[in-house]
């Protein structure tokens, strides 16, 4: 018995390894990494940060080790996940902002120190683990990653200097400078469009000091700006810092915050530093690496919708980020689309990806943790978000709770908080109706993660009613070709697939778990299900 498990082990993994990964078609987890999981409840509280915060606008134990145990439990490769996004884990602002609803940076985004993680998330160590254990799992890591701007000024929490960053002039979002050189809401800009030299900030030498890796800190600095020629503006120690994490751990992609908000320019040297540290790495790990894909950034244009195609229109100038470095933006159109039909929506993304996007891609999203209108807000139909998110051509996002129904809607909460409760793992242990929700999004999940046709092919409608449709996906030697049905009667129904496969092949429909044979260019299956899931049978 033991034998055959041992077996079948090494069967998976070797069909694992034939299947290659693409970027294009990416099963992508998002999760915050302060609400997901507390694995280590001794580093719950840091700085002293003990203030009365609003609801949901504290530290709530979430942390890095937290997300290595639900790895290692199984729980994203069961949900045919391959990348893992998590909010930023460098050291925060150790303040309460007023202006903020009383907020800590529990959310990532308000930096401190680049350099350092912050202790509520865990240690570097723990980073190391994360990305070694998600690789033995053929999961990829995205670190999210701020250039835009600071934390907030706080009683406690210093203005980074003048030649630094701007705190006045706030973003009135209506033309291009009006979204890049400004602050957004009281976050102070660095001025990622200077190149003028300036001189470290008196706090964070005295902190690297106190530390005890000021001399280091320094050296390293110097080696940096004599290997890259760079001035020693602040987007170059920025960029400096943060791909060090790429060099020291592997780190295979960034999600980039903000990115409309800064200088163009900024994306194209943080993605060339980046490409450098992890090929720089590779060359150091030759056993740990996964393939021989690039460095990946996928930036966030907040309001950047699939019908643009390469560009960004600010009204004044259109901006071509794909040309800067990201290989994907996220998609804000699908939530909208979502509301549509599933052959309009899948038509749509088809031709926009292999023509306006043809070698580019968009990362699909129905919920988020910004978004405060996201598809499904109630969550009455977390079946029918699964069939669109994980159904609908390019990377699928899926947030946090998305595949458990995790509310959305907090009592007392105000603004995006709301969106951002603890991850909820007793309904996925003890109630049923989530199990069920749960069960789809796996089966969904993992036909997509085996299935590159499914994200990264094309697509092609081959029966109305029932609804059925292919995708095919080929590169080089690699062939892959899938059926799909949906809204399907229940009982007995028949799947028009003639043109696709031929007569007499057999098929494995993995929704249902059962083999069939086309005959007269149909298949017929017997179940309950309103899904089909057909795939050619082993």
Known sequence: MKENAQRQEIDSEATKKQIPFVWEGA????????????????????????????????????????????????????????????????????????ESEDTYGY?????????????????????????????????RILMDVVVNHTGPETDIDPLWPDEWVRSTARCDFTNYENN????????????????????????????????GRLSNELDELQLFFERTGYPRAPRFYIIKWLTDYVNDFGIDGFRVDTVKHADEHTWAELYKEAAYAFETWKKKHPNEVLDDNPFYMVGEVYGYGISGGREYDFGDKKVDYFDHGFKSLINFELKN?????????????????NTKLNGKSVLNYLTSHDDMQPYDMERTDSIKSANILLLTPGASQIYYGDESARPLIIEGTTGDATLRSFMNWEDIAQNDKTKKVLSHWQKLGKFRQE??????????????????????????????????????????????????????????????????????????????????LLELAQ
């Open 180 to 211: 890049t050189s400004c602050t957004l809401v009281n976050l102070p800009d660095i001025l990622t469009e200077s190149n003028e030299p300036v001189e470290l900030p008196d706090p964070l030498l005295a902190k690297w000091k106190e530390e």
């Open 451 to 532: 299935h590159l046709a499914i994200g990264a092919g094309k697509h092609k409608r081959l029966g109305k009613k029932p609804y059925v449709f292919s995708r095919t996906y080929a590169d080089g030697d690699y062939k892959d070709k899938v059926v799909v049905g949906l809204d399907l009667p229940k009982g007995k129904k028949s799947l028009w697939v003639k043109g696709f496969f031929g007569d007499g092949t057999k098929l494995y429909d993995t929704y249902s778990e059962t083999e069939v044979e086309v005959k007269n260019g149909k298949v017929i299956l017997e179940n309950d299900y309103d899904i089909a």
């Open 107 to 139: 959310h990532g985004y308000w930096t401190k120190d680049w350099t350092a993680l912050d202790p509520n998330f865990g240690t570097k160590k723990d980073l190391e683990n994360l990305v070694k254990t998600a690789h033995k799992n053929g999961i």
């Open 337 to 353: 689309d979502a509301k549509n039909d599933y052959e309009t929506i899948f038509r749509k993304y088809s031709d926009l990806l």
């Open 27 to 98: 099963n992508i987890y998002f999760l915050l990494t302060d609400r997901f999981n507390n694995g280590n409840p001794d580093n719950d509280v840091n700085f002293e940060r003990t203030d009365t915060t609003g609801i949901l606008r504290g530290f709530m134990g979430g942390d890095i080790e937290g997300i290595t145990q639900k790895i290692e439990d199984g729980y994203f490769s069961d949900l045919g996940i391959n990348a893992i996004w998590f909010t930023p884990v460098v050291e925060q602002i150790h303040g309460v902002d007023k």
